[in-house]
């Protein structure tokens, strides 16, 4: 699976939008991006993913760019809630490949 | 209804000693995962399990030992308990190459 990086750490005021960046430019083309997110204390939780088109939920939206090496995930009106460690991975399906989870990047959304 | 429960939440134990973690699936999903979060906060993947069978087993002690009664159920037996196992245990779900759905952990503190 191909290495993911994102920033350590983001802010972001309550009411805006969150904007968590993602490099992958090492991802192959049966690659899926995924993120979720791990709000203090609880599991994992999914939030999207996708292959080449942007793809929106009532979560978020996932924008991967053209050639594929990187994306955003774009959480609309960030809340106190939102506040959490948000992990984008790139993962290729075969069969049952569990998730390998990297540092992720720490929002805080901020009143 | 809970989707992935765990159980117990809490677990604190003495050197040497032996728990169990259980985990129950509701959602009936073929594969199931153990996770261990440790006090830097990465998540690693233990085990991978699909229709009761073990597909993936990373480098854990062999003191770790999962055991799936059932495709709903995976458990967590710890012999030996170390200080260093001391850390979040979480089980996880899915379908084969689908996202996975988490549960709340389990809190193990070896004194």
């Known amino acids: 699976d191909a290495k993911t990086t994102q920033p350590p750490s983001m802010d972001c005021a309550e009411g805006r939008a969150a904007n968590l960046p993602c490099n992958h430019s090492t991802i192959s083309g049966n690659e899926y991006v995924y993120w979720y997110r791990q709000i203090h204390s609880q599991g994992p939780q999914y939030i999207i993913h996708g292959l080449k088109n942007n793809e929106t939920n009532e979560m978020a939206s996932l924008i991967i760019t053209e050639d594929r090496k990187s994306s955003t995930l774009i959480l609309p009106h960030a809340t106190l809630r939102d506040t959490a460690v948000y992990y984008c991975?790139?993962?290729?399906?075969?069969?049952?490949?569990?998730?390998?989870f990297g540092k992720g990047t720490r929002l805080s959304v901020i009143a | 209804d809970t989707a992935v429960s765990q159980t117990p939440k809490y677990l604190v134990t003495q050197m040497g000693n032996d728990k169990s973690i259980k985990c129950e699936q509701n959602?009936?999903?073929?594969?199931m995962y153990w996770y261990k979060q440790d006090s830097k906060k990465f998540l690693k993947i233990m085990f991978s399990?699909?229709?009761?069978?073990?597909?993936i087993n990373e480098t854990v002690p062999n003191r770790f030992s999962p055991k799936s009664p059932d495709k709903a159920h995976l458990n967590l037996h710890i012999n030996s308990l170390e200080l260093g196992d001391s850390a979040v245990y979480f089980c996880?779900?899915?379908?084969?190459?689908?996202?996975?759905?988490f549960g709340q952990g389990t809190r193990l503190t070896v004194v």
């Open positions: 991975i790139a993962m290729g399906f075969s069969g049952n490949t569990p998730l390998v």
């Open positions: 399990y699909n229709n009761k069978e073990l597909i």
């Open positions: 959602l009936g999903h073929d594969t």
């Open positions: 996880a779900s899915s379908q084969p190459d689908r996202e996975a759905f």
